[in-house]
């Protein structure tokens, strides 16, 4: 212990002979490991917001359509509905979905919108957000009531966005009561190019628009599992009902949100890898100081390296001095940048009150990196000045 303290003394000491040099290069080290943990944080970030995104779109999602393309019917009938309903195991609620179109006068000018005939869950299972009024029931739809929710896009155009109490549009020859108006959870280009309930669109109950109604077949069957855990079981039992009505589910398109989960981590792994190697040439070039540094160091330092060989140092002493000097050189560095990489993205989310996730992960794989790097680098010098010639070092102008 007491030979390490000394060695440290002696560490310390060369390195405050270079406090310039020291300093550039601990703010090398310390910029390269910084990169390396806010690289990480961003890619955390940007793959939190797009998997926000998707699961906005419904929790534990599992979504059944008919493709158009195949040698089995490609539109979901009642039966299959029912089938399905009757079937299929580990279902949280169920929303099916009927896809019709109306003419709607609005500011004198016919307009086309989307009509959809579903169930009272379908706001749960599809994230709807209610900016008034309320979404219609159970007992509304087995009564076939005749009531709406409208967009906020066709709330806005039909009504100037005024409240809507009392109001109704006419569908199919009949007047609808409007009883609330909704938006989409996600409301991202996306996401809401791809959805049925976006755009100018009335929502009706499932088996009031199917008596009134023009649609025939079934156009999605949305599910909503009753744990993550079941979403593979639902996807499989509705692929069995189908398959045993059709004898193939070719023409089907049975999919959970899962897998676009799974292809947002890979590609979010993938982007933060490359992004990482980048950010780890910073790393490089700290250690390439660190050489660079200790390297001027021993010649610099070579007479006294002789004199405390010729006093009886051991080359392991002079070995573990400077391979001491470079650690110090790096862990500082290291303290530094992850201070830095850790510190600024937690301020910033303080500040704008936005969540940005730090990998603890992150924090000690680039410290270790960043110990090792300098470790590395400062090896060469090391064992150049352990293994100094006695007789030349005393003799070095």
Not at 68 to 92: A, H, N
Not at 220 to 230: F, G, H, L, M, R
Not at 274 to 287: D, E, P, Y
Not at 308 to 327: C, P, S, V, Y
């Amino acid at each position: 212990m007491g030979s390490f303290r000394l060695l440290l003394r002696f560490a310390i000491e060369g390195l405050r002979g270079q406090r310039g040099r020291s300093l550039l290069t601990m703010l090398g080290m310390g910029i390269g490991t910084a990169s390396v943990v806010a690289v990480v944080s961003i890619g955390l970030v940007g793959r939190d917001y797009v998997v926000g995104l998707i699961e906005g779109v419904g929790s534990n999602l599992v979504f059944v359509y008919g493709t158009g393309i195949g040698p089995t019917p490609t539109q979901l009938s009642f039966e299959d509905l029912e089938q399905i309903e009757k079937r299929v195991r580990g279902v949280g609620a169920m929303a099916p979905v009927l896809d019709d179109a109306a003419t709607l006068p609005i500011r004198g000018e016919p307009r086309v919108i989307a009509v959809l005939g579903t169930t009272a869950d379908y706001a749960d299972v599809r994230n709807l957000k209610l900016i008034e009024g309320r979404f219609f029931t159970q007992t509304e739809d087995e009564n076939f009531a005749k009531v709406a929710v409208i967009s906020k896009e066709l709330h806005q155009e039909k009504f100037g966005g005024s409240p809507v109490e009392g109001e109704s549009i006419r569908l199919f020859d009949m007047r609808f009561r409007i009883i609330g108006v909704y938006k989409e959870g996600v409301e991202s280009a996306a996401a809401l190019e791809k959805s049925e309930a976006a755009g100018m669109v009335a929502i009706a109950p499932f088996l009031t628009l199917k008596h009134v109604g023009n649609a025939r077949v079934v156009d999605t069957i949305y599910i909503q599992a009753e744990s993550p855990e079941a979403v593979a079981t639902v996807v499989d039992d509705s692929a069995r009902v189908l398959r045993s009505q059709y004898g193939s589910v070719d023409g089907f398109t049975i999919e959970s949100l899962d897998t676009y989960l799974a292809l947002v981590n890979q590609v979010s792994d993938a982007i933060t890898l490359g992004l990482m190697a980048i950010a780890g040439v910073s790393l490089l070039v700290g250690g390439i100081g660190i050489m660079n540094i200790m390297l001027v160091t021993v010649s610099e330092r070579t007479r006294d390296i002789g004199i405390r060989l010729a006093l009886g140092a051991g080359r392991r002493d002079i070995l573990a001095q400077f391979l001491l000097e470079a650690g110090i050189l790096s862990v500082a560095g290291g303290v530094l940048g992850v201070l830095i990489g850790a510190g600024t993205p937690l301020y910033l989310g303080f500040v704008y009150d936005v969540p940005v996730p730090v990998s603890a992960a992150s924090v000690v794989v680039a410290f270790g990196v960043s110990l090792s790097v300098g470790i590395f680098f400062g090896l060469y010098p090391a064992r150049k000045a352990a293994g100094m010639n006695i007789v030349d070092s005393l003799g070095y102008e």
